[in-house]
């Protein structure tokens, strides 16, 4: 029944984001809503330039919808419970998603913004980590309320770690890094997009396996609508996820880890993210060290590659491939926590 259900949600999921694509993108287009390209970017980037943004709130309602009616088959046919433990593993599916979808609304700030006053930058990153880490705080407040007071992670092959009080200091960093990492990540066609799929069905699989359907459910829900956007999404690109998309992407990325208590693995996991935010602090360290020298040819590093004279569609693919490893390894790991 659990295979029935994965199947249902992640149907729903394509399904509906995938035909809101013919009601958002016109939509867009009507409000005039594109996006604005960097002059720093690469020179062809300018080629996109009007492209429909906010393309996320397609996937957005599509996990909900999908996430909704999951949990409802699970409640249907006896998975899942309400009592004891069950009631606080549906509130981690619960608060998971709250916490992505206001992620979501600080992106859909950002952009409306952007938008509106016709240039790349809407939020200052001053107000982006204060109302980041308004969520972040937010959320661990939640879960302590609702029950979740363990301040230990586990480590494959050695055991639990007590972090102590430090736990929400090192985890919420991480949350507002990764947040922000994914965010990064959408710099190509349908890359943030790809990558999302394969992290979410990953820990889809690793929810499933610690016993945690409720985040299963919430990873599949998400995966599948990822599918349904790249239909828009995928080069040549009709519509942008925006910030809106990439932020909520970043807390169900972080929902999925932390709600399942499996830290160390959702940093396995999200190597590709994480690399890709990590290039461009090697990049600013190493341009302020040498007074103005590069690392890189430009960052993310996903840039760096498109200057090498690599397509978009082989960048996507091989960064979908380094994701796909990544998650693997992560699913291997699971039975040496």
């Known amino acids: 029944m659990e295979l029935i259900t994965a199947i249902a949600v992640a149907a729903t999921g394509l399904i509906v984001t995938g035909l809101l694509g013919f009601l958002l993108i016109p939509a867009l287009h009507r409000l005039k809503y594109g996006q604005t390209i960097l002059d720093i970017g690469p020179a062809w980037h300018k080629g996109k330039q009007g492209t429909p943004t906010m393309g996320g709130i397609m996937f957005i309602i599509g996990s909900a919808i999908a996430f909704g009616i999951g949990l409802f088959m699970l409640w249907k046919y006896d998975l899942i419970s309400f009592q004891g433990a069950g009631e606080l593993n549906f509130f981690k599916g619960i608060s998971g998603f709250i916490m992505a979808f206001l992620f979501a609304f600080v992106g859909f700030l950002d952009d409306y913004i952007k938008v509106r006053k016709r240039r790349n930058e809407g939020l200052t990153a001053n107000q982006k980590i204060i109302f980041q880490l308004m969520v972040i705080s937010a959320y661990f407040t939640a879960q302590v309320m609702a029950g979740d007071t363990s301040t230990s992670i586990a480590i494959p092959f050695l055991g639990q770690l007590d972090l102590w009080y430090f736990y929400y200091v090192i985890m919420g960093l991480g949350i507002l890094y990764l947040v922000n990492a994914v965010n990064l990540t ?10 999302s799929v394969i992290y979410c069905a990953a820990f889809a699989v690793i929810c499933s396996m610690v016993g945690l359907l409720e985040l299963s459910v919430l990873g599949v829900a998400v995966a599948g609508s990822c599918v349904g956007f790249l239909i828009w999404n995928f080069h040549p690109a009709k519509i942008f996820m925006g910030d809106t998309g990439s932020m909520f992407l970043g807390g169900i990325v972080c929902a999925l880890g932390i709600g399942a208590r499996v830290e160390v693995l959702m940093v396995i996991a999200a190597a590709v993210y994480i690399w890709e935010a990590l290039t461009v602090l090697i990049q600013m360290t190493y341009f302020k060290a040498t007074n103005g020298k ?31 490893i990544a998650g693997a390894v992560a699913i291997l790991l699971v039975n040496s926590l």
């Open 294 to 324: 590069r690392l890189f040819k430009m960052t993310p590093i996903h840039h760096s590659f498109e200057l090498s004279g690599w397509r978009e569609i082989k960048i996507v693919f091989l960064f979908s491939v380094l994701a796909a």
């Open 186 to 195: 959408d710099g190509l066609d349908g890359l943030c997009s790809s990558v």
